[in-house]
């Protein structure tokens, strides 16, 4: 068994009808191009928002913003999906309610056509996964931030008349290095997917052929998919040590 993997050899799914490897080599770029994506957007949002609330902290917005997030983070991600798909499919009727394309029309459509098509079946995962992901780095961010607010550098650039602009840009640099790791343990997710987003939207990445394979009582793509969840935990955790050696 361990020389199967060592090879790239997980052996038969009896769920997909296929090698392992090959599920992971038709499914895991589908995967990767919808958390690669919900992860930018997280980081990217979830730092500005937490960087903004802990250089005021105590006030109206950060009060609002800090409920707001704690919501969205609270809630479960198939219930959020399931809210997004109910206004934006059900009442608005704006995007399309699964799939990565139009599988009835794609063929026809034009280069450009298919691309749109892509991008709107992409909306709703993508949102679903960068709402909850922005939420919780930027509490990780908010808490950095208020950290490196209090730290004495700041008492003296303010000292020495520094506008306030600099020294919030001064300290949110600072405040970075939790977001460094953060970003690191969520790299594992990049391959395995989000198991309940994916199935909500019908999304053929890895993480529904997971739900699926454990319907199925499938042993060796189960097998497979926490031996390499875990390797890139793994991965993950010395790649964000070596990150914030070079950030800090």
């Known amino acids: ?3 199967g993997i060592a090879r790239g050899n997980f052996g038969y799914s009896s769920s997909q009808k296929q090698f392992v490897a090959d599920v992971f080599r038709s499914r895991v770029p589908n995967s990767l191009l919808l958390m690669s ?3 930018f957007g997280s980081v990217v949002l979830g730092s500005a928002i937490g960087a903004w609330q802990g250089a005021r902290t105590g006030s109206r917005g950060d009060r609002a913003t800090v409920f707001t997030t704690l919501l969205v983070y609270s809630v479960p991600e198939f219930w959020l999906a399931s809210v997004l798909l109910l206004v934006f499919v059900s009442t608005l009727h704006l995007l399309p309610s699964s799939g990565m394309i139009t599988v009835e029309t794609y063929d026809t459509f034009s280069p450009m056509r298919q691309l749109v098509d892509r ?3 992409l909306v709703l995962p993508w949102l679903s996964l ?3 992901g922005t939420a919780i780095f930027a509490r990780f961010q908010r808490a950095s931030m208020q950290e490196a607010m ?6 003296t650039a303010r000292a020495k008349g520094l506008a306030e602009r600099h020294v919030r840009r ?3 640099r600072t405040a970075l290095l939790p977001i460094v790791t953060l970003t690191g343990l969520f790299f594992p997710t ?8 994916e199935r909500v939207y019908a999304w053929p990445g890895i993480g529904s052929a997971l739900v699926q394979a454990i319907f199925d009582r499938d042993k060796q793509l189960v097998t497979a998919c926490v031996v390499v969840g875990s390797a890139l935990t793994a991965l993950g955790s010395l790649l964000a040590d070596v990150a914030r050696v070079v950030v800090d």
């Open 37 to 39: 994506l919900a992860l």
């Open 170 to 172: 001064q300290a949110w």
């Open 190 to 197: 990049l391959l395995t997917g989000a198991v309940f987003v």
């Open 119 to 121: 991008l709107r079946h």
């Open 1 to 3: 068994f361990l020389g």
């Open 130 to 132: 960068t709402l909850v």
């Open 150 to 155: 209090r730290e004495p550098f700041v008492r």
